[in-house]
């Protein structure tokens, strides 16, 4: 069992950074066996896949729309993920959910084994 929690929502002004965090904990295999990412959910939408990081090799996968402006990181270290986030849009508000498994297909939910409760990010204009 693995216990996601993330950290670091908040409002800012569009144009602006913020930077979440996701804490991985509990027992069983390592973090460094798993495929960990970020969703969100704005109101009213349904959960979108944003970015994602492999256990390999660290390679990283982003949406379209966050292409450029996101950057994932983890350190294995820490059993921590990392979402930077630059040049904040206002249609960049959502809920933002820390995911994990170790077959995950990054850039979908299928075989996403643990979720987080989620970070509020609010852009204003």
């Known amino acids: 069992q693995v216990q996601l929690v993330e950290s670091g929502g908040g409002l800012v002004q569009a144009g602006g950074s913020l930077r979440p965090s996701c804490a991985a904990s509990g027992s069983g295999r390592a973090l460094s066996n798993y495929r960990l990412g970020w969703f969100r959910r704005a109101p009213g939408q349904k959960r979108d896949f944003v970015a994602g990081i492999s256990w390999s090799d660290s390679r990283t996968y982003y949406a379209d729309s966050v292409q450029g402006r996101f950057t994932i990181s983890r350190d294995n270290a820490k059993n921590t993920v990392y979402l930077q986030m630059n040049s904040l849009k206002p249609e960049d508000t959502a809920t933002y959910y820390c995911?994990?498994?170790?077959?995950?297909?990054?850039?979908?939910?299928?075989?996403?084994?643990?979720w987080g409760a989620g970070t509020a990010v609010t852009v204003s204009s």
């Open positions: 995911a994990a498994g170790t077959r995950w297909i990054i850039g979908t939910t299928t075989a996403v084994d643990y």
